[in-house]
Structure formats: structure tokens, C-alpha cells
């Protein structure tokens, strides 16, 4: 039985990616470095981003730290209030989730200010039990520090807990942990990249079949 769910924000619970990558590509501008096309930016989204650009770049940890800060002051001039909304059925299911008593959880790479923020805007933060950053924890995704330290808090055990996210990093660190894992399609990962996760659904609303099914499975 799933008794705690751990969603990952970008790509999963809200649709960042284009605000994500317009912000990458301004930096990389500002900053002079090697154009990079769009599906190579998307494809680094769920990193921190210091490890992000300089997965995407050939830089080093001094310029990895520029793109960092640049990156975090674009950012916020970029993201005015209703730049981000929330995936198709993602605020009606996670209502119905808190309803049955599971716990919902946010383990993010995102930092703290940020993703707290957005959680905020979206009106979720009276269903969502605790908020995970990759600023909270000593390694970030896919290590299961962040699952690791929902789990402590709650005293939740890794067959009772399931990873929600939309890349290879959310599964990894799903798996890492013990956890169940689901993998939503409409994010920024690949469909092959996610084909370890024990689950893979086009539309967040399935997470109530996935839940049902975990129940019946007793």
C-alpha cells in the first residue's frame, strides 16, 4: 500500500520547461559561452543547475558558479506571476490523494526560496506535507538524500512510498532509495530514458489507478 508519495516539481507537477530554458539560453548569452540548442537545454532540467551548465558546456567550476548566479537573476525577472502552470489534472488528483490520507511530499532540485514560492502560487502548500530542495540535503538527485530524509521525518518505509517525477534523475533516486517509482511522459525526459521506473503514465491523473492497484496488491 502507498502510504507517501514523493513528486518532483519541474516537468511533474508544473510545466517549467520553457521558462527554464529561455533562462538557460539567456545565460548562455549574457555569459558569451557556446550556443546550445533547445533539446540539449531540456534535456539537463532536473539537475542542480551549477552541475546543469556545466553538463551542457565545456566550463569549469569558476564559470559553472557565474552561469549559477546569472541563471538565478534571470530567472527571476523572467518568471512574472502566472508564468508557470500546473500539468493537466495534477490539482484535482492531488486533492483526492490527500483525501485518502497519503502523504504528499517535494523532493526538488530547485532552490528552497524558488520552489516554495510556486507551491505557494499554486495553492498546494495546504496538501503538501514537507517541501525537500536540493539546498536541504548533502547530495542532490538522482542520491536518495532527498527521499531519505522525507522517509526520517515521517517514519515511512520504501515499500510503502512511491517516486513521481518526469526524468531518468527522479527514477534513479527513486530507486536509489527503495522506493517505488512512476515516470510521467509529458515532462523532459525520453520515454527510453524512464523505462526503469516500475510505472510510466502519459497523465498524472493515473497516479489514483497506480495507488488503487499498489492497495489491491496486499
Given at each position: 500500500?502507498?502510504?507517501?508519495?514523493?513528486?518532483?516539481?519541474?516537468?511533474?507537477?508544473?510545466?517549467?520547461?520553457?521558462?527554464?530554458?529561455?533562462?538557460?539560453?539567456?545565460?548562455?548569452?549574457?555569459?558569451?559561452?557556446?550556443?546550445?540548442?533547445?533539446?540539449?537545454?531540456?534535456?539537463?532540467?532536473?539537475?542542480?543547475?551549477?552541475?546543469?551548465?556545466?553538463?551542457?558546456?565545456?566550463?569549469?567550476?569558476?564559470?559553472?558558479?557565474?552561469?549559477?548566479?546569472?541563471?538565478?537573476?534571470?530567472?527571476?525577472?523572467?518568471?512574472?506571476?502566472?508564468?508557470?502552470?500546473?500539468?493537466?489534472?495534477?490539482?484535482?488528483?492531488?486533492?483526492?490523494?490527500?483525501?485518502?490520507?497519503?502523504?504528499?511530499?517535494?523532493?526538488?532540485?530547485?532552490?528552497?526560496?524558488?520552489?516554495?514560492?510556486?507551491?505557494?502560487?499554486?495553492?498546494?502548500?495546504?496538501?503538501?506535507?514537507?517541501?525537500?530542495?536540493?539546498?536541504?540535503?548533502?547530495?542532490?538527485?538522482?542520491?536518495?538524500?532527498?527521499?531519505?530524509?522525507?522517509?526520517?521525518?515521517?517514519?515511512?518505509?520504501?515499500?510503502?512510498?512511491?517516486?513521481?517525477?518526469?526524468?531518468?534523475?527522479?527514477?534513479?533516486?527513486?530507486?536509489?532509495?527503495?522506493?517505488?517509482?512512476?515516470?510521467?511522459?509529458?515532462?523532459?525526459?525520453?520515454?527510453?530514458?524512464?523505462?526503469?521506473?516500475?510505472?510510466?503514465?502519459?497523465?498524472?491523473?493515473?497516479?489514483?489507478?497506480?495507488?488503487?492497484?499498489?492497495?489491491?496488491s496486499l
Amino acid at each position: 500500500m502507498i502510504k507517501t508519495i514523493v513528486f518532483d516539481f519541474d516537468g511533474t507537477l508544473g510545466d517549467t520547461s520553457i521558462l527554464i530554458v529561455k533562462t538557460m539560453k539567456q545565460t548562455i548569452e549574457t555569459l558569451g559561452l557556446p550556443e546550445c540548442p533547445e533539446a540539449q537545454c531540456r534535456s539537463m532540467i532536473g539537475l542542480p543547475l551549477r552541475e546543469m551548465f556545466m553538463r551542457l558546456l565545456p566550463i569549469d567550476e569558476a564559470m559553472g558558479r557565474r552561469c549559477e548566479v546569472t541563471y538565478r537573476e534571470l530567472f527571476d525577472k523572467n518568471n512574472i506571476p502566472g508564468t508557470v502552470p500546473l500539468f493537466p489534472h495534477v490539482r484535482e488528483t492531488i486533492v483526492r490523494l490527500h483525501a485518502r490520507g497519503i502523504t504528499l511530499t517535494v523532493a526538488s532540485s530547485r532552490n528552497r526560496p524558488s520552489l516554495i514560492g510556486f507551491i505557494e502560487e499554486m495553492r498546494l502548500g495546504s496538501y503538501i506535507s514537507r517541501v525537500v530542495s536540493v539546498t536541504d540535503v548533502p547530495k542532490a538527485k538522482p542520491a536518495p538524500d532527498m527521499v531519505l530524509d522525507i522517509l526520517g521525518h515521517f517514519g515511512g518505509l520504501p515499500g510503502e512510498t512511491l517516486v513521481v517525477g518526469d526524468t531518468s534523475f527522479d527514477v534513479d533516486m527513486g530507486r536509489n532509495a527503495g522506493t517505488k517509482t512512476c515516470a510521467v511522459t509529458y515532462g523532459n525526459g525520453t520515454f527510453e530514458s524512464l523505462s526503469a521506473a516500475d510505472y510510466i503514465i502519459d497523465d498524472f491523473g493515473e497516479l489514483e489507478n497506480i495507488v488503487e492497484k499498489e492497495r489491491q496488491s496486499l
